[in-house]
């Protein structure tokens, strides 16, 4: 019975220590390919949209509608707010190794409404989306925590909605990374806003890789918390050592 209840608790305790996924859940919508918004020939670069999130969307700089239109069934006024052929989709973030505190989603085909809402049009993939996240994120002070995307086309993230990945445009995958205490100084530990706005354009690929040490406040459902676990664990262990008198 000894050996049983320290293997078991051996157990609980790698269990523990492991920590859960985190997921985050945001809205797909698709469009057609409407002028130079989407299969257009739009630059890339950054100062698109502006610093600060004042709404339920980026806001386009001079430069930025002089890159994408807001005109038009596509208009960028649109990409984030119309409520036809849009989908719920979630991204699961998996801890990189235990005790990392680092979590990533990658994902180099990045196609995930491929047959749905507005179809292929003749394409392998259903190119011509917008995907958006409106979360929260545990910030703590001084700490180094780091947030990092990779991919294309358009990816505009906002950290208590400042800027802080701007890649705007057109593009093959590029990488940009922020640091939470340069983005964030002077502010004080704390759970804070994260908005996340994500453009596939051109019929080429789709990257999304996220890799971050920040603490997303979407955790998933139905899945026990590790002290819960613990408490399962050791419950089971009381329940077998009662049958097991019972049975003497």
Known sequence: MKSLLIATLSSLSCLAALAAPITLTGTVRDFNADGVNFEGSGGSGTGYVNTTLSGSSPTLTALGSSQISNSGPGAFSNW???????????????????????????????????GALLGNQGRSHNYHFTYNISSVFSYVQGTGQTFTFTGDDDVWVFFD????????????????????????????SGDYSFDFFFAERHTTQSNLMITTSLVL????????????????????????????????
């Not at 989709?89 to 680092?102: M, V």
């Not at 800027?163 to 990488?175: F, K, Y």
């Open 80 to 114: 984030y707010t119309k409520t036809t052929d849009s989908m719920s989709y979630s991204l699961t973030l998996n801890e990189t190794s235990p005790g990392s505190g680092i979590y990533q989603y990658s994902n180099s085909n990045f196609f995930p409404i491929d």
């Open 161 to 188: 909605h400042k800027l802080g990945i701007d890649l705007g445009g057109v593009h093959a995958a590029q990488s940009q990374t922020v640091n939470l205490d340069t983005l964030m100084a002077g502010k004080t």
């Open 217 to 248: 406040k979407s955790p998933p459902t139905n899945v026990p918390e590790p002290g819960s676990l613990a408490l399962m664990g050791l419950s089971m262990v009381g329940l077998a050592f009662v049958r097991r008198r019972k049975t003497a």
